[in-house]
């Protein structure tokens, strides 16, 4: 009897170690060589979003109305990465920003007529590089993090629009397309501190979006909002 019992007691005993050592490989197929994921080596996703035109025009002449200059985006995020606290990764994206231009008598961008309403559209295609710095838990998620990179774009479409009252009444509605005045490429600095899916970024552009040939005064530099990560 004893014999039997020693002899079920290792049966039973060599099961459950085998069963432990198969959970706990599953386990770490599982958990670490992953390569995909919101915390993990790579990571893309789409992103939406909006922001207001900020900071001062070179002078009065291009002045714009706050509030109602915007940029509006869509885009594709790329991450890389590198440690548990640094990742790399660049950004494609499609810009329309639109500078509603104040009227007044110190307006000369881009003539000195006052008109009912005056903007200039301008759709763009950009390219960005970033570095990330994570911070506090996460798991395999986004989490927090501060973005700090530069960029570049391509104004594949800029126009000039005015809108007016006539005096017999009609609505007088012009759109210039091909502006000679306005460069093609413009670049610039970015930064962006997320939590999750909500990102909020400001951009700095260093480029001139006028040629200097024109003297026309640059608008506002700067633009700021916030982004909406597509992903869980």
Do not use: C
Not at 71 to 84: H, L, P, T
Not at 219 to 225: E, F, K, N, V, Y
């Amino acid at each position: 009897m004893k014999k039997y019992s020693i002899a079920i007691f290792l049966t039973i005993l060599s099961l459950t170690g085998f069963t432990q050592t198969v959970l706990f490989h599953q386990d770490v197929n599982d958990t670490t060589l992953g390569k995909r994921g919101p915390n993990l080596r790579n990571y893309s996703h789409l992103y939406v979003g909006f922001g207001f035109i900020a900071g001062k025009p070179d002078s009065a002449g291009s002045a714009i109305k706050y509030g109602r200059s915007v940029d509006w985006m869509v885009g594709y995020r790329y991450k890389f990465r590198i440690s548990n606290f640094f990742a790399i990764g660049y950004d494609i994206d499609f810009n329309s920003y639109t500078y509603a231009l104040k009227q007044s008598s110190a307006k000369t961008l881009p003539d000195t007529i006052v008109h009912n309403k005056e903007q200039m559209n301008f759709s763009d295609l950009g390219l960005s590089g970033y570095m990330r710095f994570n911070y506090g838990r996460r798991g395999n998620r986004i989490g927090n993090f501060i973005d700090i990179g530069a960029f570049g774009d391509w104004g594949f479409s800029t126009t000039h629009f005015t809108k007016d009252k006539a005096p017999n009444g009609n609505i007088v509605k012009t759109t210039v397309s091909r502006l000679k005045y306005i460069n093609d490429t413009n670049y610039g600095l970015t930064a962006r501190v997320g939590f999750g899916r909500y990102v909020f970024f400001a951009n700095y552009r260093l480029s001139d979006l006028f040629k200097t040939s024109y003297h026309y005064a640059e608008l506002p530099r700067i633009t700021a909002g916030i982004q909406l990560g597509l992903h869980k």
